[in-house]
């Protein structure tokens, strides 16, 4: 039941789509099945995963209530709230603009509720109902998060950090660029909330041609034919897997102005 009183009914596959017409620009909005299935794989795998557990590791922490409310803007594969609810009791809910993103974490994490909207426009959550708000290279939406934070309430974000795919990215690109987001995150959250913590989380694997064409699919939409050219004629590639993890806390109404 949302605020204003509508019911929805949980689709068939285990999650509530609230999709309206203005939030398609195509007909698979969000991403794409292939590509949710290339990063379940590689997470299973174990590619990716120290941002997962360092996300579970920061929250943990803050220890919240029994059942807090957490919400994951750009879920995607369901990963993260599915190991914060393995670490803990919480009410567990993911939102992302593709059916076949909800349809695989709702499979995953049936416990959990999975939302299919566009996480850029008003979020589907009452005002100060969320403990947490998580944003994993997801979407970000500062006036919306400050909404539906509780007091005290903490936004958790990780960022590609410059040394992200840099090996990938060289490939496909044909340029080694390294930008460092953290400060134009910052501002745009400012000033609604101050950043609390900050790390840096890197890893890095050796992967295999298969992992690579994993990779390929779960990061550049579609594939580009070139790109998959220059991969396909790879083997082997070492490659940075970087995220910049930030904590901000919510300001106090007064120091929102
Ligand atoms: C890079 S993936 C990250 C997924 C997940 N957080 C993770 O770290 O594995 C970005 C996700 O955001 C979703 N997404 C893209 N635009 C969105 C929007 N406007 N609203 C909600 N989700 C969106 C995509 O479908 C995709 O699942």
């Given amino acids: 039941m949302c605020a204003r009183g509508h019911a929805f009914d949980l689709a068939r596959r285990g999650y509530v789509n609230l999709l309206q017409p203005q939030d398609r620009k195509s007909r698979e909005p969000g991403d794409a099945r292939a590509a949710v299935e290339a990063r379940a794989e590689l997470l299973a795998a174990g590619v990716g995963r120290a941002v997962v557990d360092e996300l579970v590791r920061r929250v943990t922490a803050m220890h919240l209530p029994p059942r807090a409310v957490v919400l994951d803007l750009g879920s995607g594969t369901g990963d993260a709230l599915g190991a914060l609810a393995g670490a803990g009791s919480i009410t567990g809910i993911g939102i992302d603009l593709s059916t076949a993103a909800a349809e695989h974490a709702a499979r995953r ?26 944003s994993l290279h997801g979407r970000r939406n500062p006036a919306e998060c400050a909404r539906v934070l509780k007091a005290g309430g903490r936004l958790v974000l990780a960022v590609p950090a410059p040394g992200d795919l840099v090996e990938l990215r060289e490939l496909v690109q044909g340029a080694r660029v390294e930008r460092d987001r953290v400060d134009a995150v910052l501002a745009s959250h400012a000033p609604s909330f101050c950043l609390q913590e900050r790390a840096m989380v890197r890893e890095s694997h050796r992967l295999e041609h298969r992992e690579l064409v994993a990779l390929l699919r779960a990061t550049y939409r579609g594939a580009r034919a070139s790109a998959a050219t220059r991969v396909e004629s790879l083997t082997t590639l070492e490659v940075t897997f970087a995220s910049d993890v930030l904590v901000l806390a919510l300001a106090a109404p007064d120091e929102r102005a």
């Fill in 109 to 134: 994490f049936p416990d959990l509720t999975w939302v299919v909207a566009n996480a850029d426009r008003r979020l589907p959550i009452v005002d100060r109902s969320a403990d947490v708000v998580l």
